[in-house]
C-alpha cells in the first residue's frame, strides 16, 4: 500500500505513535509518505520505503497576523495524493487533520480521485480541545466523515461518544511499543554515574503541559526522598519547564533533580530507572507508561484516562487518584523498599507491555487499511 500520514511532528504521543507506526509499516514493505510541517522527530534514520513532503507556510502577507496552515496542508495533501498516487491518508489527532483531510478530499473528488481517510483520535484532541465551544462542530462533523476512525483506549472511545453526536464506528486499536528499540538494557556505567551513592531512580518523561502535572512528581519524588536515597530524571520540555524549575528550587531538591530536556534516546535513560511516575490529570492511554514497562520499569500513575487499561494496580505498579501525591509516594516507597515486590512488578510490566508489542497491533492497522480501502464509501464525501 501507498499510505500517507499526517501528525504533529512533536515528542507528544500522537506524533511518537504515528511516527512509529510509519516506519513499522515502511519495514514491511508499504510505501509511507509523511505530510507535516517539519520532520518528525522520531525519524531519524533513512529508509528507502519512507518519504517526508514539508508543508511550507512560510506566506508573508501583511493581511494574516498568522499564516494560514490549514490551508497549506490541504494544497499539499491534493499535491502529494494526485503525484505518488497514495491508496490512503491517515490523519493522527482530530484537531485540524481530520478536516483539513475532508477539504482534501473533496477536491480531488472533483478531479474524478476517491482518497479514503482514517482519523485516529489521540486523547486531548477530544477531552480538551475537542470539547471547546470554538471546535467542537467541526471536530464532529470530520468524525463523521472520515471512511475510518480509531481510538487509542476504550477510554477514550467512551469519551468520544459522550461529548460527540457520533454516527461512524470507533475501531479501538491500542498504541504500541517496538520491542526492537525499548528493552532493558545494562546502563550500569550511566547508572552510577546518576546515581553514585546506589540512590533509586524515580522517572518522568512528557511534554511539561499543565495536564501532565509535573509538580506533582516533584512533589512526590519531596515524599519519597525522605525515606529512600533518591534521584530524579525529568525527560522532556514544555511551557511549564520554567516554573517546575523554581518549584524544585523553593523546596531545596535540585541537587537530586536533573532537568534532561527533549532526549532522543529515550530508551536508555528508562533503562536505569526503578519507577517511571504518570500523574497526569488527562491520559487517553499512556505511552510513555508502555515504553517505560517495556525495559522493566514499574509504573505508579494517576487512574485518568486509558492508563488504567496499561498499568494495572497492583501487578505492574500502582494507580492512585488524580492528584494524591500522598498515596503515590506511598506506594514508591513500599516498592523500593521491599526487593520482592519491585523485581514482580519489574517483572509483570514486561509481560503486559509484550501485549502491545508492535508485532501485534501493526497487522490491526494492516487489516483496518485495507478494509476502508475495500469499501470506499462514497456517501462520507457528500
Not at 506524533?15 to 513499522?24: F, Y
Not at 534516546?265 to 500523574?279: K, N, Q, R
Not at 515486590?341 to 508492535?358: G, P, R, T, V
Request: glycine share 6%; aromatic share 10%; net charge neutral.
Amino acid at each position: 500500500m501507498k499510505i500517507g500520514i499526517v501528525c504533529y511532528p512533536t515528542f507528544g504521543g500522537s506524533g511518537v505513535l504515528a511516527t512509529e507506526l510509519g516506519k513499522g509499516l515502511a519495514r514491511k514493505g508499504h510505501k509511507v509518505h509523511f505530510i507535516t510541517y517539519k520532520q518528525p522527530a522520531r525519524l531519524t534514520t533513512f529508509d528507502a520505503n519512507i518519504y517526508f513532503h514539508e508543508v511550507s507556510n512560510n506566506t508573508e502577507y501583511p493581511l494574516f497576523e498568522y499564516a494560514p496552515y490549514d490551508t497549506a496542508l490541504v494544497s499539499k495533501l491534493v499535491d502529494v495524493i494526485q503525484y505518488e498516487k497514495l491508496d490512503i491518508l491517515h490523519v493522527h489527532y482530530a484537531i485540524p487533520h481530520a478536516t483539513v483531510a475532508y477539504l482534501a478530499k473533496k477536491i480531488l473528488l472533483s478531479q474524478g480521485i476517491y482518497i479514503p481517510v482514517v482519523t485516529t483520535l489521540h486523547g486531548t484532541d477530544i477531552t480538551l480541545v475537542g470539547i471547546n465551544k470554538s471546535f467542537a462542530s467541526s471536530v464532529q462533523f470530520a468524525i463523521n466523515k472520515s471512511d475510518g476512525v480509531t481510538a487509542v483506549s476504550e477510554s477514550l472511545k467512551s469519551q468520544t461518544l459522550e461529548y460527540f453526536d457520533i454516527n461512524n464506528n470507533i475501531e479501538v486499536i491500542h498504541n504500541f511499543v517496538d520491542f526492537n528499540r525499548f528493552k532493558k538494557r545494562n546502563k550500569d556505567h550511566f547508572k552510577k554515574a546518576i546515581a553514585p551513592e546506589g540512590e533509586k531512580i524515580l522517572v518522568h518523561t512528557s511534554n511539561f503541559r499543565p495536564v501532565k502535572r509535573v509538580g506533582d512528581v516533584i512533589k512526590v519524588f519531596q515524599k519519597v526522598r525522605e525515606k529512600v536515597a533518591s534521584k530524579l530524571l525529568l525527560i522532556g520540555d514544555g511551557p511549564e519547564r520554567q516554573n517546575m524549575e523554581f518549584l524544585c528550587r523553593q523546596l531545596g531538591l535540585c541537587e537530586d533533580i536533573r532537568f534532561l530536556g527533549k532526549q532522543d534516546a529515550v530508551e536508555e535513560l528508562l533503562a536505569v530507572g526503578d519507577v517511571f511516575l504518570m500523574p497526569s490529570e488527562k491520559e487517553s492511554f499512556g505511552l510513555a507508561a508502555l515504553e517505560a514497562m517495556a525495559c522493566e520499569v514499574p509504573v505508579v500513575s494517576s487512574d485518568a484516562g486509558g492508563l488504567q487499561e496499561v498499568n494495572i494496580h497492583g501487578k505492574t505498579g500502582f494507580v492512585s487518584p488524580i492528584g494524591d501525591v500522598d498515596d503515590m509516594a506511598k506506594n514508591i516507597i513500599k516498592m523500593l523498599t521491599d526487593e520482592k515486590i519491585h523485581e514482580e512488578l519489574k517483572s509483570n510490566a514486561l509481560l503486559q507491555a509484550q501485549k502491545f508489542d508492535l508485532d501485534i497491533i501493526l497487522p490491526k492497522y494492516e487489516s483496518f487499511y485495507q478494509s476502508i480501502i475495500e469499501s470506499k464509501v462514497w456517501k462520507n464525501v457528500t
